[in-house]
């Protein structure tokens, strides 16, 4: 929980020092600054259905047609038969997709309030 809340105030302290900096209109700013919370939404969006498997068949299939392309060595494949059965790599790997898709979360969520918030208090 302690590393979310950093996220959240490593953001909007990352677009308030923009702001401060003067590194553009407000107005630009928040067009940025929602473009860049859109893009890790949508990003964050993708690894969560792959991480569902609902794109598993097709993935499976591009995997099959691959294989009859390109022949693999026996070794190629005893190191993927001992990475599948790897508990603790398959453990890392899972957590470190989790964080990274609710880091991604937290970021666009943040980044897309701070753009209504300075739309909001801009003024013409």
């Known amino acids: ?11 909007v302290s990352g677009w308030v020092a923009a702001i401060g900096l003067k590194l553009g ?4 700013l928040a067009d940025a600054a929602f473009l860049i919370g859109l893009c890790l939404l949508i990003l964050g969006v993708s690894a969560m259905i792959s991480k569902t498997g ?18 693999r ?12 059965k790897d508990h603790d790599f398959q ?11 609710q880091g991604t979360f937290i970021m ?5 309030l701070i ?5 909001i208090t801009h003024r013409v």
Do not use: H, N, Q
């Open 25 to 28: 209109s407000r107005a630009d």
């Open 73 to 84: 060595s026996r070794s190629m494949e005893r190191t993927d038969e001992l990475i599948k």
């Open 1 to 11: 929980m302690k590393w979310k809340m950093g996220l959240v105030m490593m953001t």
């Open 91 to 101: 453990a890392f790997k899972s957590t470190l997709s989790t964080r990274i898709t």
């Open 115 to 119: 753009s209504v918030g300075i739309l």
């Open 108 to 112: 666009g969520a943040c980044s897309i």
């Open 54 to 71: 609902f794109l598993a068949p097709a993935v499976e299939g591009f995997k099959i047609i691959g294989e009859r392309m390109i022949r």
